[in-house]
């Protein structure tokens, strides 16, 4: 890791590596279109994983399936929504099948239907993996993100997303 010499450095380096929602870099329809394109990998799997749920409880289905194909469907989405971007898809999806309250009520009904279907284990982990934004085993997306907006760009990768597709160029960006 680089040596930071002065508080200007210091400054930078955290601008660019902490991102905030009250950030001054981005306008109002950058953070939400840099939200919705981070969000993709996630909501595909959240919908993948709701259907494993659901087919697990009427068919025989072993774990390692049921945890396995929604990661799988996260590491797929994530590379291709991170190396292929299109601004309409990401608006049209964030808007209308991937939107938030539609998966709410979603992931309501599945939640039901597994109690319903007693099976209690995997209700709570829908329940844990699908309300707690900050524990979710099933996104490495978010991992693969860092580590390539760390690897080229060293920036946040909402950041990196603005280079990568629209080439900005941030106040905080040294050179």
Known sequence: MK??????ELNNFVEANVYYSDNP??????????????????????????ATSIYSVNYSFNWFCLF?????????SGLINWFFYSK?????????????????????AVTIFLVVK???ILAVLLVIFSYNPFFNPLE???YL???????????????????????????????
């Not at 396995?68 to 797929?76: A, R």
């Not at 280079?163 to 050179?175: D, L, S, T």
């Open 3 to 8: 040596k930071i010499d002065s508080s200007k």
């Open 25 to 50: 870099y981005l306008n109002a329809n950058e953070k939400l279109e840099v939200a919705m394109w981070f969000a993709l990998p996630s909501v595909l799997t959240s919908y993948s994983f709701l």
């Open 68 to 76: 396995g194909i929604p990661i799988t469907v996260n590491l797929i």
């Open 88 to 108: 309409k898809l990401n608006i049209f999806f964030g808007t209308t099948i991937f939107n938030g309250w539609l998966l709410f009520v979603l992931q309501i």
């Open 118 to 120: 007693s099976a209690y």
């Open 140 to 142: 490495p997306h978010a």
């Open 145 to 175: 993100y860092s580590y390539f907006s760390n690897k080229k760009y060293k920036i946040h990768p909402y950041y990196a997303f603005f280079k990568r597709f629209y080439k900005y160029r941030f106040p905080f960006e040294n050179g």
